[in-house]
């Protein structure tokens, strides 16, 4: 599932000097846009693979100088627009590679890191990381999911080319990001549904059925009954109430299977594909871009929309602010697929960037690079990422962050949040600053508003009225990739998505099993049930992941 950087999904400080290792040293990182600058810091080439994320208009930020001030180093960003795996794969076949490169921590963007690294392609650190402590600490096994650290840290015979970030320090710092469908106030009240009376997959399908009937228009427009950002992201939640919403399942006799295979994917299949048929959903949602995405919503015509809290309440403040009584408003919470109705939320709250310097960072710039992350991932870095400049953003007052009201309220006054950027908050630097330490160290976020948080506290109250679970034991995802069938496997495993959109787009239902079916024959063809049986050999005694909530 792709996300948008909304993370809310991410900051950097001035200028002194490289310091004698870098002094007098020239473009050794083999990239032209790298290397000691005229000013005699040394720039950096970082790629933010996240799709929807941006920087400054206005150069380097207040935030960057006191990062260059800090450890000698300038940023030169390059920010992704379009798929993040196809992003990865990209710079490593053409070769037009960055010093830096942070991305998701998942997927098929994990995967093709794990298989830089394995290809030489990205600089072993292990040998580098007594010097660096904030590193060191952030990817030590005890701070580090352990499938996660089978997979991607501790994977090389010793050797370590990746570090996690954003992984929560402490329990109070794991965030829940709501994922969900959340309806316009105004749309729920016009055809006369309460959301929170929405629980079933057919009172769902009624709902928007109910929202189509109701003719709505926008300047001329039609309103779609559903949508999402760009790329699909995250259209396809829905799948919970068909199946227990992990990737693989367990089959009641003690081993698994991938969730292609069953039942409950072929009902989730064909209810989308009455979505698509019944004009119930955007048509546009899986090719759209995501300024394009946001467009419609402004333009008010997206009832409902499917991703998390923050994104929304992001996407939405403009024509909220214009518009009184159209706020996004949680349906449900929907029901689960065999899932005890009393049951927590399943949620895998765990780092969500990982960070590693590529082969086309040498000499000097390994040494530079290392600089600037371990600075990013100190507490003071952490700070200066989210918070802004100290003494110009915000004080501390009685050993607490308290931001100035001046920029408290340019930043809340902001509808497209280019002003914080432009001051070098949000522009990916949140991305690299180690373990999040949002509430146990800097005292939870200072520039969320009150009625932002207001509601995200009402949200909470009803998605999640039996609290959540913060999941822990392996996933069946990560132990496949070790099967000896996997590099023959992996080209179909990384087909499902697509078939799922070409099966809901299909002429008919027969059509769309055709589809589903065609490749549950590739996938067996290319080592499916010999790499499923190593797995669940390699699970047998373990705590195994088969319940999961998007988080």
């Not at 693979?49 to 006191?66: H, K, L, Q, R």
């Not at 070409?502 to 024959?521: Q, T």
Request: with cysteine.
């Amino acid at each position: 599932m792709n996300r948008i950087w909304s993370k809310g999904v991410s900051v950097l400080l001035v200028s002194i000097l490289v310091g004698g290792s870098l002094s007098g040293c020239t473009d050794s990182s083999g990239n032209g846009n790298s290397g000691e600058a005229a000013d005699g810091s040394y720039k950096l080439k970082i790629l933010h693979n996240w799709n929807g994320s941006g920087g400054s208009d206005n150069g380097i930020t207040p935030v960057e100088e006191v990062i260059k001030e800090k450890t000698g180093v300038t940023l030169d960003w390059e920010y992704t627009k379009g798929s993040e795996t196809e992003k990865v794969n990209q710079i490593f076949a053409t070769q037009d590679l960055p010093d830096i490169y942070t991305g998701p921590a998942w997927g098929g963007e994990l995967d093709g890191i794990i298989k830089a690294a394995k290809e030489g392609q990205l600089v072993d650190i292990s040998d580098k990381l007594g010097d660096y402590p904030n590193l060191a600490k952030s990817i030590a096994e005890e701070n580090v999911p352990p499938a996660l650290y089978e997979k991607a840290i501790n994977a090389y015979d010793g050797k370590k080319y990746l570090l996690l970030q954003n992984q929560p320090a402490q329990n109070e710092d794991g965030m829940d990001w709501l994922y969900g469908f959340y309806v316009r106030k105004d749309i729920a009240d016009k055809v006369g549904i309460d959301p929170q009376s929405v629980v079933t997959k057919e009172e769902f399908y009624n709902f928007l059925k109910a929202i189509k009937d109701a003719n709505l228009q926008e300047n001329g427009q039609p309103v779609f009954p559903l949508g999402g950002f760009s790329n699909g992201w995250s259209v396809g939640i829905g799948n919970t109430m068909f199946n227990s919403g992990g990737s693989y399942v367990d089959k009641g006799d003690g081993t698994v299977e991938h969730n292609f295979f069953t039942k409950g994917y072929e009902e989730y299949t064909l209810f989308y594909r009455k979505l698509v048929e019944e004009g119930l959903m955007d048509p546009e949602a899986f090719t759209q871009t995501d300024p394009i995405a946001k467009e419609k919503i402004n333009q008010g015509r997206i009832a409902t929309l499917a991703a998390h809290y923050p994104a929304i309440l992001d996407a939405s403040k403009e024509y909220v602010t214009s518009h009184p009584g159209s706020d996004y408003i949680p349906i449900g919470p929907l029901e689960r697929a065999d899932v005890e109705p009393n049951r927590p939320a399943d949620l895998g709250i765990q780092g969500n960037n990982v960070t590693v310097i590529t082969k086309n960072c040498k000499g000097a710039c390994v040494d530079a690079a290392l600089k600037f992350l371990d600075y990013m991932a100190s507490d003071e870095g952490f700070m200066l990422a989210r918070y802004g400049v100290q003494g110009v953003h915000w004080d501390m007052k009685e050993g607490k962050p308290v931001a100035k009201k001046e920029w408290f309220d340019k930043f809340t006054a902001d509808q497209s949040g280019k002003v914080r950027k432009n001051e070098g908050i949000s522009i990916g630097l949140e991305s690299i600053t180690g373990p999040d330490r949002i509430n146990s160290v800097a005292g939870g976020d200072i520039w969320a508003d009150q009625k932002r948080l207001d509601a995200m506290e009402q949200a909470r109250k009803i998605l999640r009225p039996n609290g959540i679970h913060v999941i822990t034991a392996y996933n069946p995802g990560d132990v496949i990739t070790k099967a000896p069938e996997w590099e023959m496997l992996k080209p179909s495993m990384d087909r499902m998505g697509d078939a799922w959109k070409e099966a809901i787009f299909a002429k008919s239902d027969e059509a769309a099993f055709g589809i589903i079916n065609e490749l549950r024959e590739q996938l067996r063809k290319t080592g499916y049930d010999q790499a499923m049986q190593f797995t669940n050999e390699n699970l047998k005694g373990k705590d195994v992941v088969t319940v999961q909530m998007p988080n």
